[in-house]
């Protein structure tokens, strides 16, 4: 049975240039690409220990809104999936347990370290972590003319990958590829393969008010739009961009 890693061996003198076989490699799904307004619809990831994989653990988490054509086509995930699940305020200090202690892996980690932070945040959970970036490791380690997705990197480096576009799978292809640029590249910069510090600031959002709720209610029946969005989970700044983005599309509500 491998030798389970503690947080202290990585807080207190921790070799910073050793194989890193300790971490959890996660990815996630969205509804688009930016924290501050798009969604979480899937989490996966695998936790690695003396580099096997021990754990595996993944979800589908409601949006509260309609997913679109593209993100549908793109994932495979449809409204029905992910519809009735819990919302991420109901699974993130489940998620934050599941990756305590050690550092996270993924393909362009800090894309899905932001959506997991915003959503750890706002329900008043730290997240703070340690990462390491295999978009990065490609980046450095591949030729320049050579594309860096997932996709094309594992192809380049012969590793299997999991389906894409679906988060347990990538999180699987991202644990895959690491090893095989550590087996690869170690030697050549053993540094590169250490952990650093993911950083992304956000402030905990406020929920909307009452009377915020009720002027976008007014201005969706008046202009009689049919919005595919549960209102009552949206933040401050999520209804005020939508009240300022209908009201300068359609105008504002003319009392007569």
Not at 124 to 147: H, N, Q, S, W, Y
Not at 177 to 201: C, G, M, T
Request: hydrophobic content about 35%; charged content about 35%; glycine content about 6%.
């Amino acid at each position: 049975m491998p030798r389970l890693w503690r947080l202290d061996d990585w807080v207190m003198g921790r070799d910073r240039t050793d194989r890193l076989d300790n971490y959890v490699a996660i990815d996630i799904e969205t509804t688009g690409l930016d924290p501050k307004r798009d969604k979480i619809i899937e989490i996966g990831a695998i936790k690695v220990l003396e580099g096997k994989v021990c754990q595996e653990k993944r979800g589908f988490i409601d949006p509260r809104q309609a997913l679109t054509p593209l993100i549908q086509e793109l994932t495979g995930i449809s409204d029905e999936m992910v519809a009735g699940g819990p919302g991420i305020e109901e699974v993130v200090e489940d998620w934050e347990s599941f990756c305590r202690g050690l550092p996270l892996l993924g393909h362009r980690i800090l894309f899905d370290y932001s959506f997991l932070k915003r959503a750890a945040v706002n329900s008043g959970i730290e997240f703070e972590r340690d990462g390491v970036d295999t978009l990065a490791l490609c980046r450095k380690f591949m030729p320049a003319e050579e594309k860096k997705n997932l996709t094309a990197a594992c192809a380049y480096y012969g590793v299997v990958q999991g389906k894409a576009h679906r988060a347990l799978g990538d999180a699987y292809s991202a644990h895959r590829l690491f090893e095989e640029l550590k087996n690869r590249h170690f030697q050549e910069d053993p540094e590169a393969f250490s952990p650093k510090p993911l950083i992304y600031k956000i402030k905990k959002e406020r929920p909307a008010t009452k009377r915020q709720k009720e002027v976008l209610r007014d201005l969706l029946k008046y202009h009689k739009i049919n919005l595919a969005v549960q209102i009552d989970y949206m933040t401050r700044n999520e209804v005020s961009r939508m009240t300022d983005k209908i009201i300068s599309q359609y105008g504002r509500i003319i009392k007569r």
